[in-house]
Every structure is written in C-alpha cells, then in structure tokens.
C-alpha cells in the first residue's frame, strides 16, 4: 500500500506499507443533508452549536450526537475532530430536551452539556471499561479497568439499554440515583452559576 505520513508540522512522507490484510478508514464527515450550509455546519459538515447545542446561525436549530461539530484540541495538520461516545451524547441530548423546554415556556436556554465519558468497550471475549470526566482533556477524572468482566457487563448493559427502549425510559431511578452516587452528571450547574 502507497501511503503518505503525515508530521505535526503538516509535511508528507510517502511510505509503502506491506500488509496481509489492511483496513482502511475513509476520512470522517457528515450526511450530504445537512453539509455545506452557511453558519449550519463546519467544512467537514458538522453541525456548529453554541454551548446550549444551539446553532448560532439557525436559533431553532439544536444538534446532538455525532454530527455535531467539535473542534481538535490542538492545531492538527489534517482536519479531525474528537471521537464521540455514548454517554457524552445522552449529556448532550438532556441539554437539549431541557434547553427547547425552556425555549416553549418562554426562557432562554440554560443548560449545558457535561460531555462525561463513561464506556464499555467490548473486544469480543475482553473488554476495557473507562470514564474520562469531561472526555475532552482537561480531565477532572480518568479512570479505565480492563478484563473478561468487561465483556460480560456490556452484554448485561445491552440487554438493560433494549428493554429501557422498549419500555420508552430514558433513565430508571436506580440508575440516576447510581450515577448520583458515582459523582457522573449528563448536566452541568450552569444555571447555578
Ligand atoms: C465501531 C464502533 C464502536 C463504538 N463503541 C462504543 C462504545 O463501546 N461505547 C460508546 O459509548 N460509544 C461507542 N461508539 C460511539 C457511538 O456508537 C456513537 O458515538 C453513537 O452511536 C452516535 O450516536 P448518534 O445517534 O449521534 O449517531 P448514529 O448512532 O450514527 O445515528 C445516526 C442515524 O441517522 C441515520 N441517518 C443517516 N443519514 C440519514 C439521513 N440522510 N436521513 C435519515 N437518517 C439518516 C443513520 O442511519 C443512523 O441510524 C462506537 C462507535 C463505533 C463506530
């Protein structure tokens, strides 16, 4: 495989790569239907939202998950953004439901996103448990244990996660009270202050 490397300061080394069985990702950008929209999305065609996951340009526009656009964390040669994960979404999705609920009773958005990590990652027979609080650095928390039970947690989350879907619960009182407990917020205090 012919590939370019590419440095910190930007340049390009051409490398051949030989390889058995190679995987290869194509650069990562948003659906054609929201792209290329003035003050709507970034060059990659990531939805721009304000702290309240409230787009700037488009007030009755709110973007949650995936599509939404967050900048690197530093200058990067290539154009990337952070990796999103599950938990840090559903903090994203509270904002927003609390945030266009004040928005229908006549108050400004207030709520804010927390961005917590909190993951099971499955490797099939192995696992690697993690929360990053925020996920993006700088980190009041960082925390990762891995094994076997990993494997088994996610197969026990899965089956929790389906049926709260299919009852139409987006959080049983054990599990906020659970995550209370652990010190894991979906909300920040910034109403408080
Ligand atoms: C391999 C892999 C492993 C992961 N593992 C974990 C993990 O262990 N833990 C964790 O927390 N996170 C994990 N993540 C990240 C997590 O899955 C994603 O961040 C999350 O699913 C994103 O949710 P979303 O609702 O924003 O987008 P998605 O889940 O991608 O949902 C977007 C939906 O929009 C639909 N759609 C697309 N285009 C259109 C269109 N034009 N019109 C209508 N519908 C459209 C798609 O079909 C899709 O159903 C993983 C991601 C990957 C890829």
């Not at 927003?96 to 099939?124: K, M």
Request: charged content about 20%; proline content about 8%.
């Amino acid at each position: 495989m012919e590939i370019e490397e590419v440095a910190e300061d930007g340049s390009a080394k051409p490398r051949s790569l030989p390889f058995d069985y190679a995987m290869m990702l194509p650069a990562f950008r948003a659906v054609e239907a929201v792209s290329g929209i003035k003050g709507l999305s970034n060059p990659r065609g990531f939805t721009i939202v304000d702290r309240y996951q409230r787009n700037p340009a488009f007030p009755n526009i709110f973007a949650i998950g995936v599509c939404v656009a967050i900048p690197p964390m530093g200058p990067t040669p290539v154009p990337v953004g952070v990796p999103k994960t599950g938990f840090m979404i559903e903090s994203m999705v509270s904002a927003t439901a609390h945030n266009i609920g004040a928005l229908l009773r006549g108050r400004e958005p207030d709520e804010v996103a927390t961005l917590n990590a909190v993951c099971l990652a499955d490797f099939g027979d192995r696992g690697i448990a993690f929360v990053a609080q925020p996920q993006i650095p700088p980190r009041s928390v960082n925390w990762s244990a891995q094994g076997r039970w990993v494997h088994f947690a996610k197969i026990a989350f899965e089956k929790y996660f389906l049926r709260k879907v299919k009852l139409g619960t987006s959080e049983t009182f054990y599990e906020r009270r659970a995550m209370q407990l652990l010190g894991i917020d979906k909300l920040k205090a910034a109403r408080k202050g």
